[in-house]
């Protein structure tokens, strides 16, 4: 037993440190950039740090209205934490994604070695301990998870706190009952670190209680208590939260029915309407063309649906954000062995443990299908868990299947060995080689330099207008200047974090699109797109393939 302790604890070690390199490797130089919630992250934790306020003067706020999507407060406070610790960087701003990237890691090597407990018949230890190792090994090199795990995002984050919520309660559920209140405070952590972790973590919540309620009637009642005080805590924060207009402005800014293409669906169902209308066909048109629910339910279930699209899954296909040029979310070898996983799955295992896999995966997808440009990687993210589990079962199965035929096997695990090994490396080659030059567009390269630029020259000029077509360009200025946030409060704060603003300002700077009376002012620099002005510009920053991305000019602006 020691021997085999020591052997799980060198593998696991193993596998940490294959996480911790995929992901601090050059950390945080690639992506090459801070996108724009990156960047209103780190300023809107520094003002807090600082001020203790927010960009728009709010004090300690549970919600954070940044860039009029009201973001949710666990990454945000520890953001807070990690400057505080590491200093006003990028470093800091992506820390605790990265970090927390890598205890998911640990975390589903305990998740799956939890549920594979209730096994004993089936699984000997030895084996529980190879297929806990083996998951965690390939979300460790996975890179759908190393792709978020090296940005701030509030769904990595999510994620690990839905996976502690789970992991948590199944051995509160065995020998450790006292780890129940943790876990719901964990689930409720899930639930204000993004959107879609909040409806992932709150159903997986009610699912768990069903799943495992005998197991929870053996457990102390002062515990019992207070778990409930928890839930009951969480649950009556969650109502307030959906009765406030906060968290409905940043579900409507993303719904899908506000997009250009459900407009037209419910448009042509129109005219089909008046088509059958005008044929005397009434029964028809009234369930299938004059019923909004009806058309509904289909944009919905195509959302839904889209992203169990194997395109999805292992192309390049998504937002170039969330994809690494000609890689995918998952491996393509990993294809057969989640089939396999999923069948044995079913055939092999209890069935609670198969259809708490199974609900992962089919909750995972809900919150996406109601908002536009799906499929959509980050929204879906929790979709990882139940299918790096069922790959890594497919995995020893599969090895299980051939274990009497000793050259076949050793053959069969050095084949998916060398696989596992050149498609991480030529993932990570394209990550670390081809996604800054290819990506960097995407990921709005370019405002460093040109905050940094601007900070240099600006004493030659009385104004400097920064079109607002670049994309949310005050909070990159202030992020990237360290503008003192109490200095920008006393001079009125952000006035709207909206994409269009056109009323933002600080110092001497200008948030606005360019104008007839701009054009008519002296010593009065311009920053914007290429497309905004006339001619040739005074200074030029490109995107890392040479392509322009900002231009500077004291004149010769198109004006709208």
Not at 245 to 266: E, L, P, Y
Not at 315 to 335: N, S
Request: positive net charge.
């Amino acid at each position: 037993m020691n021997r085999m302790r020591k052997i799980v604890g060198i593998g696991l070690g193993f596998v940490l440190i294959v996480a911790i390199f995929f992901r601090f490797y050059q950390f945080p130089s690639n992506p090459p950039s801070l996108n724009w919630d990156e960047v209103a992250f780190g300023y809107n934790a520094y003002s807090i740090l600082k001020t203790g306020k927010d960009e728009y003067g709010t004090a300690f706020p549970l919600y954070f209205r940044s860039l009029d999507d009201y973001k949710l407060p666990v990454n945000m406070y520890l953001t807070v934490g990690s400057i505080a610790l590491f200093g006003y960087n990028d470093f800091a701003v992506r820390f605790p994604s990265a970090f927390l990237g890598v205890c998911t890691v640990l975390s589903l090597y305990f998740l799956v070695k939890g549920l594979l407990r209730y096994q004993v018949k089936t699984m000997k230890e030895r084996e529980r301990e190879i297929v806990s190792l083996l998951s965690a090994f390939i979300l460790a090199i996975l890179p759908w998870h190393i792709q978020f795990s090296r940005m701030a995002a509030e769904a990595n984050v999510g994620l690990f706190f839905l996976t502690l919520g789970v992991t948590l309660f199944i051995y509160a559920t065995q020998s450790l009952p006292w780890l129940l209140p943790v876990s719901i405070i964990a689930l409720g952590f899930a639930s204000y670190s993004y959107l879609s972790s909040r409806v992932v973590a709150s159903i997986m919540g009610f699912v768990l209680v069903m799943l495992f309620f005998k197991k929870l009637l053996h457990i102390n009642k002062k515990i019992i208590v207070i778990a409930g005080i928890c839930i009951t805590g969480i649950v009556s924060l969650l109502l307030w939260d959906i009765s406030s207009n906060k968290v409905h402005m940043r579900v409507a800014g993303t719904s899908v029915f506000g997009t250009q293409q459900a407009i037209d669906i419910f448009k042509h169902k129109e005219q089909e309407m008046f088509y059958d209308a005008a044929l005397k066909i009434n029964l028809p048109r009234r369930l299938f063309h004059d019923n909004t629910y009806f058309t509904s339910a289909d944009i919905i279930i195509r959302g839904y649906l889209t992203h169990f699209s194997p395109t999805f899954l292992f192309f390049d296909y998504d937002e170039k954000q969330h994809h690494t040029p000609f890689a995918g979310l998952f491996y393509l070898w990993m294809l057969p062995f989640m089939l396999i996983g999923w069948y044995c799955l079913f055939r092999k295992f209890q069935k609670r443990e198969a259809f708490l896999m199974l609900l992962w995966l089919l909750l995972a997808p809900i919150p996406a299908s109601i908002t536009w440009d799906i499929p959509h990687a980050i929204r879906v993210y929790s979709m990882v868990i139940p299918l790096v589990i069922t790959t890594s079962l497919g995995m020893y199965y599969s090895f299980g299947y051939v274990k009497h035929y000793k050259n076949i096997r050793l053959f069969l695990v050095g084949f998916i060995g060398v696989l596992m090994g050149i498609s991480s490396y030529y993932y990570f080659h394209q990550y670390m080689l081809h996604l800054p030059i290819e990506r960097s567009k995407d990921w709005v390269y370019g405002r460093k330099e040109m905050t940094e630029y601007l900070e240099k020259n600006k004493s030659k000029y009385d104004r400097i207008i920064v079109s607002s077509r670049l994309e949310w360009p005050y909070i990159f200025m202030l992020y990237y200047s360290k503008y003192d946030p109490k200095k920008y409060l006393e001079q009125g704060g952000t006035v709207s974090g909206g994409w269009a603003e056109e009323r933002n300002k600080y110092d001497i700077y200008e948030f606005h699109k360019f104008t007839n009376e701009d054009h008519r002012s002296l010593r009065t620099l311009f920053v914007g797109k290429p497309e905004e002005f006339g001619t040739s510009p005074s200074h030029i920053i490109n995107f890392l393939d040479g392509s322009p991305a900002i231009y500077m000019s004291e004149g010769n602006i198109k004006t709208q």
